[in-house]
């Protein structure tokens, strides 16, 4: 007779996490979340750092009472859903190389380099800077720009909805580009049956009626980079001169948020050091100045800047995040949008169960144009000589994409594939690596703790809402996953 | 599942993947001497040689042929007296119809002789 064959258990990656009293697993292979009962808990305990032989943990959970057959079945369960894995399994892939013709979703338009403020930090013109901008055009022409369209229409493999952000620079010193391109592109979208939408990033120093006018009526996103009240505002968002930027966009900003109804206008802050009190600086953006949505960066820099928010800047960063994490979940039990980009926008993704190849789009589904009309992964790595992916009249450079994605694949990373955090931050933001380690492949070591961190919090608020009010949860379903 | 919640889209997912396959456990072909144990596909083998393959436990209870099926090796290769077909007396054109027995060993019939 033959012997059965015989599986040794160990457990599979999950990070264990509890909220109001019921214990979960984030399952790291896949990017799932489960509420566990007790025997889950029991088998996990059983082979914590040990493996087990199939006949010992059967044997172990009839002893704990559990029937022959009822052992049998969770066993199954949990190896069907590679809770614990066998020695006999195949590994759970790592997330599939996306497609060599992946198709657009959207492009960012830097309609210019150009900019009328200096802020100090700034990736683009500060110390860190990659672009190499010398001899290029600094305004992007509309032929540059119709091509951008053209391009985007024809790489986009027939998806039904595609999206153009404009970015700088200071975008809006190239507003009249702006206002033909969204004409232009509306109605080369219309004529294909497609919609397109649009949004921009600006300073605000330069909105004015007529602008705020046109982005209302044109239903254009906004997002608004702004470090929050006065005196924080102005501490590194100045003009050449050094004068401050606040009291400018002040009353723009109220009267941008009182007539622009058809979009959320969100507001992007970078901490960076002394501009760490993210509860006040939110309190300000949301409150008082009314912004829908407040988003939070630490400044990207090479490690050695004297704005550098340094270890010490990250943990009361992180402290912050935590109150206003609190208030989100407060808000949410109550049914109420809170306004904190950071918690939504990681609960949209732990809501789908992203599992990312890569930490963001770029290059993949979005591209940078330069105003010269070549293509980069994103707009970090504008007009940089040494990102350059194609041109718009020219088309994608299939090899420069290969060779960058095929070095931002988290399965690429050494450093990631024992940490948990993985299916969301997939080794951090390609720009980051590059200007911190000069490799856009580099896993974002200096930022691991806190990612998981800030992981495992909004993975307690998950779990708070699916067993508190998991309607709520249910608004997040068909948000994006990556923004 | 019983003991898993799915919380997300990703493990609702998975919840369904796990119910299919639990389902369609419950309508697979088991050998008999198998016990509630993770499934192992039947005839699985590593070395193909109609009628000598082992199981994926080393043993041949559990192929999708009874081992006790005529023998190819001992007809092409051997020979060997008894109950097997012997191409040279009575069963010569036994395996006239497999030219290739790795694609064709579905033709290879039983001999009663």
């Not at chain 1, 970078?270 to 993210?278: F, I, M, N, R």
Request: aromatic share 8%; hydrophobic share 40%; proline share 4%.
């Amino acid at each position: 007779m033959s012997a059965p064959l015989t599986h040794t258990y160990r457990s599979g990656e999950v990070h264990r996490f509890d909220a109001q009293g019921q214990d979960f697993i984030y399952l790291v292979s896949a990017g799932a979340i489960f509420a566990l009962d007790g025997a889950v808990g029991e088998v996990l305990s059983m082979l914590d750092g040990v493996e087990m032989a199939h006949g010992d943990l059967i044997t172990a959970l009839t002893g704990s009472g559990y029937s022959a057959a009822d052992a049998e079945d969770l066993v199954r369960e949990l190896r069907l859903a590679r809770v614990i894995v066998s020695d006999q399994t195949v590994a759970a892939p790592a997330p599939a190389k996306p497609e060599g013709d992946y198709p657009l979703q959207a492009l960012v338009l830097n309609i210019t380099n150009q900019c009328n403020l200096a802020c100090t930090y700034c990736y683009e013109f500060g110390a860190d800077k990659i672009a190499t901008p010398n001899g290029k055009p600094k305004y992007m022409t509309i032929d540059t720009a119709k091509a951008s369209v053209d391009l985007l229409l024809a790489q986009s493999g027939g998806r039904p909805a595609v999206h153009i952000t404009f970015f700088g620079g200071e975008t809006l010193m190239n507003f009249p580009l702006l206002r033909q391109v969204v004409a232009y592109a509306t109605d080369q979208a219309t004529a294909q049956g497609r919609t397109i939408t649009f949004s921009l990033t600006t300073n605000a120093t330069l909105l004015t009626d007529d602008i705020i006018e046109f982005l209302a009526t044109e239903q254009i996103g906004v997002t608004v980079s702004i470090d929050g009240p006065k005196e924080m505002q102005d501490k590194r968002r100045v003009y050449k001169s050094g004068k401050g930027s606040y009291d400018v966009i002040e009353p723009k900003l109220r009267k941008l948020i009182a007539r622009h109804r058809t979009r959320a206008i969100t507001a992007r802050v970078t901490l960076s050091k002394g501009v760490t009190d993210v509860v006040s600086i939110f309190r300000h953006l949301r409150e008082d100045i009314g912004f829908h949505e407040v988003g939070f960066a630490p400044v990207t820099e090479s490690g050695e800047q004297a704005y550098a928010l340094g270890e010490e800047g990250m943990v009361t960063v992180l402290e912050q995040f935590h109150l206003l994490a609190d208030e989100w979940l407060d808000y949410a039990l109550k049914g109420r949008m809170h306004g904190f980009s950071n918690v939504s926008e990681t609960i949209g993704e732990l809501v789908q169960g992203t599992n990312k190849s890569h930490p963001c789009g770029a290059g993949l589904g979005l591209l940078g144009v330069s105003p010269s009309g070549d293509l980069s992964p994103c707009h970090r790595f504008t007009d940089a000589d040494s990102h350059v992916m194609g041109h718009v009249s020219s088309g994608i450079d299939r090899k420069a994409q290969g060779e960058f994605l095929a070095k931002g694949h988290v399965g690429a990373k050494y450093e990631c594939q024992s940490c948990w955090a993985r299916p969301l931050c997939a080794g951090g933001c390609h720009h980051e690596a590059f200007v911190r380690y000069g490799d856009t492949g580099h896993a974002n070591l200096h930022y691991c703790d806190w990612i998981r961190e800030w992981t495992d919090t909004c993975l307690k608020i998950q779990g708070t809402l699916a067993v508190q009010n998991p309607e709520f949860l249910e608004k997040f379903a068909e948000r994006k996953g990556l923004s | 599942m019983k003991h898993l919640r799915p919380i997300n889209q990703k493990a609702k997912a998975i919840d369904a993947s796990v119910e299919a396959q639990t389902a369609a456990m419950q309508e697979d072909v088991v050998a008999l001497q198998q016990q509630v144990r993770p499934h192992v596909p039947m005839g699985c083998t590593l070395s193909f040689s109609p009628g000598w393959e082992v199981d994926a436990s080393g043993g041949t209870a559990g192929l999708c042929q009874p081992v006790e099926r005529d023998i190819y090796d001992c007809y092409v290769t051997c020979f060997w007296p008894v109950q097997v077909p012997d191409h040279v007396n009575y069963s010569p054109d036994w395996a006239s119809n497999c030219s290739a027995a790795a694609k064709d060993w579905r033709s290879l019939d039983i001999i009663f002789p």
